[in-house]
């Protein structure tokens, strides 16, 4: 059995103080991305975005977008005009698709950082993606963030194929700083093999209170154990071990035996991406 650590969304904004800097922004952009990449760009007039598409698979996104903000020295509602651009299934296991999907992300961070214009991060998934069926992978969550309900372990399943791990409403989604669950990524994409994907998404909240670097990411892959199990007898009796406790602690983690089955994400893989993105220029 084999894993990777994969990075497959990432989400970058960039705030702008007028209208006119928010049209420069997004001009830059757009240049950048066809520039360097085989790719166009098609208005979608009922989303009000810019897709990034090639041959009709859209890669990406550009969004404009203005919200108000309440300035406290003023006690007056400013307007914040931003450019938001997204990048989804930079791991979709179609080469030409992910290897465009990357470029076309490093085109926006590199004319970005060519130019020391400041943006930040505002969605970030992080996987692990196994070579194995659903049912011998377990994800539980060993460090609870507060004011989060979580499901009983074997009681989330939806249609089949989706395990998830915090229990949030549909309204309350985009309020979480993070979510997890587990997935057949193999029937998502029509794999002919066995593909598992754990996958942890960082949302906006989360990098309100974060700056982007590997060690903000490593701690919050470190409130989850990822296992793989041999059979599904081993898989219920950690089940049952996990459910017998009310709080786990480290030490209770160590009892129950997790680490010989535990996935360890790559840390050196996830340091190096986030530093490229961060420090790549494109002159």
């Not at 790719?39 to 859209?58: D, S």
């Not at 404009?64 to 020295?73: A, D, E």
């Not at 602690?249 to 490229?276: A, C, H, Q, W």
Request: charged residues 25%; contains cysteine; glycine residues 4%.
């Amino acid at each position: 059995m084999t894993y990777s650590t994969e990075i497959d969304t990432v989400s970058v904004q960039v705030n702008c103080s007028s209208l006119e800097e928010q049209k420069v922004i997004s001009f830059m952009v757009g240049r950048a991305v066809i520039e360097y990449n085989k790719v166009y760009l098609k208005n979608n007039n009922f989303t009000k975005e810019r897709e990034i598409l090639f041959n009709n698979n859209r890669l990406g996104t550009i969004r404009l977008g203005m919200n108000p903000i309440w300035n406290k020295f003023t006690r007056q509602y400013d307007t914040n005009y931003y450019v938001s651009i997204s990048f989804y299934g930079l791991k979709s296991y179609i080469g030409i698709l992910d290897n465009l999907s990357i470029g076309c992300l490093f085109s926006v961070c590199g004319i970005l950082n060519t130019f020391n214009i400041n943006y930040i991060f505002t969605e970030l998934d992080v996987c692990l993606d196994i070579s194995a069926k659903v049912d011998n992978v377990l994800a539980i969550c060993i460090r609870k963030l507060p004011r989060t309900e979580y499901y009983q372990l074997g009681h989330s399943f939806y249609n089949g194929n989706t395990v998830y791990i915090e229990k949030i409403s549909k309204d309350r989604i985009s309020f979480n700083s993070q979510r997890a669950y587990v997935y057949n990524k193999a029937k998502k994409e029509n794999l002919k093999y066995p593909l598992t994907r754990f996958e942890l998404k960082l949302q906006k909240s989360f990098f309100f209170n974060n700056e982007l670097d590997s060690r903000t990411i490593i701690n919050a892959l470190s409130r989850y154990a990822v296992m793989y199990l041999p059979n599904i007898y081993e898989k219920s009796m950690i089940i049952d071990r996990y459910t017998s406790y009310s709080r786990i602690s480290k030490r209770d983690i160590e009892r129950m035996g997790l680490d010989r089955y535990r996935l360890k994400p790559d840390v050196t893989k996830i340091e190096r991406f986030i530093n490229y993105l961060k420090s790549y220029r494109l002159y």
